[in-house]
């Protein structure tokens, strides 16, 4: 039986046990889908990301939830790469390409002593009606339909994976909140196997613009992501398509996590390309050594 090594980051916080944790495999290419599956599982993280050869970029990764496999990850992209650089991987690369399931995506590196910043772009932003029952989905998360912000949208939205985005009225909804994450996929009728995101505009850090939590698929075997890469590049997105559509570029802070105890910052970039609904997003993060495991 085979001892695989797990190396425990934690992404989009520079302390131990704060921002959102993510098992990284290194040199994956022998296992198979199957190991790869067990081995998420056993982690039990949200994500473990899995390093492996590429022909058509610098290296690929592959994203497992304990449940089954996801096409992009952001916070576990921010520890990988971190931990390439880490073990004298990268060297002194400041940029590389990276293959995933949602295209080969590049990604920067740069040291702010003693920090080290990721900053990964992400794929092109795509949005969904969400035509389902607004109290139900209320209920979901543990809060009445008069605590959703009706002035604007709730949409599913994507930069690689999924989620639906629910704007709330305030925050002090948000320490509320208690997801029933079970009944999800009866209300998610048009992309069942997705997460809930709500968010709003009020933060506790005056540097932050937008506060959050992630409330994963009952599919994906966890019932909440700390801190949330892609979730947090479309809601640049987002916000560039339905609160703002004068602004050709954001750039702001969404804090995350601290209602669970894991504190922890997404830099978010969003920007309109020459056509006026071409979107480039790009998230920027850090991420801190924790522990090392083994895994049968």
Request: charged share 20%; with cysteine.
């Given at each position: 039986?085979?001892?695989?090594?797990?190396?425990?980051?934690?992404?989009?916080?520079?302390?131990?046990?704060?921002?959102?944790?993510?098992?990284?495999?290194?040199?994956?290419?022998?296992?198979?889908?199957?190991?790869?599956?067990?081995?998420?599982?056993?982690?039990?993280?949200n994500e473990t990301v899995f390093v492996l050869k590429s022909s058509v970029a610098d290296l690929r990764l592959r994203y497992f939830t304990p449940g089954h496999e996801i096409n992009l990850c952001g916070h576990a992209t921010i520890a990988s790469i971190h931990c390439l650089k880490?073990?004298?991987?990268?060297?002194?690369?400041?940029?590389?390409?990276?293959?995933?399931?949602?295209?080969?995506?590049?990604?920067?590196?740069?040291?702010?002593?003693?920090?080290?910043?990721?900053?990964?772009?992400?794929?092109?932003?795509?949005?969904?009606?969400?035509?389902?029952?607004?109290?139900?989905?209320?209920?979901?998360?543990?809060?009445?339909?008069?605590?959703?912000?009706?002035?604007?949208?709730?949409?599913?939205?994507?930069?690689?994976?999924?989620?639906?985005?629910?704007?709330?009225?305030?925050?002090?909804?948000?320490?509320?909140?208690?997801?029933?994450?079970?009944?999800?996929?009866?209300?998610?009728?048009?992309?069942?196997?997705?997460?809930?995101?709500?968010?709003?505009?009020?933060?506790?850090?005056?540097?932050?613009?937008?506060?959050?939590?992630?409330?994963?698929?009952?599919?994906?075997?966890?019932?909440?992501?700390?801190?949330?890469?892609?979730?947090?590049?479309?809601?640049?997105?987002?916000?560039?398509?339905?609160?703002?559509?004068?602004?050709?570029?954001?750039?702001?802070?969404?804090?995350?996590?601290?209602?669970?105890?894991?504190?922890?910052?997404?830099?978010?970039?969003?920007?309109?390309?020459?056509?006026?609904?071409?979107?480039?997003?790009?998230?920027?993060?850090?991420?801190?050594?924790?522990?090392?495991?083994?895994?049968?």
């Open positions: 039986m085979n001892r695989i090594t797990v190396y425990h980051y934690d992404a989009f916080s520079t302390k131990p046990n704060y921002g959102n944790p993510a098992g990284v495999v290194l040199h994956a290419d022998s296992l198979s889908d199957v190991d790869m599956q067990q081995i998420a599982s056993a982690v039990g993280f880490d073990k004298g991987v990268l060297q002194e690369k400041t940029s590389l390409s990276i293959e995933t399931r949602a295209g080969v995506l590049p990604v920067s590196l740069k040291t702010a002593d003693p920090t080290l910043e990721i900053e990964m772009r992400q794929d092109r932003p795509q949005f969904l009606s969400f035509s389902g029952d607004v109290e139900l989905l209320a209920e979901s998360l543990g809060l009445t339909s008069s605590e959703i912000e009706s002035s604007l949208p709730i949409v599913y939205g994507s930069t690689g994976t999924w989620t639906l985005l629910v704007p709330i009225r305030r925050l002090s909804s948000f320490m509320k909140m208690a997801p029933k994450n079970r009944i999800f996929p009866d209300i998610l009728k048009e992309n069942p196997r997705t997460s809930i995101h709500p968010f709003c505009m009020e933060t506790h850090d005056p540097g932050a613009f937008m506060h959050a939590r992630h409330f994963s698929s009952p599919y994906s075997g966890t019932i909440e992501d700390p801190v949330t890469g892609t979730a947090s590049g479309v809601m640049g997105a987002y916000y560039l398509t339905y609160m703002n559509q004068v602004e050709r570029k954001v750039e702001f802070l969404v804090e995350q996590g601290m209602e669970i105890g894991r504190d922890g910052r997404v830099f978010v970039q969003a920007t309109r390309g020459d056509q006026n609904q071409d979107l480039e997003i790009s998230i920027r993060g850090t991420a801190v050594f924790v522990k090392e495991m083994k895994i049968e």
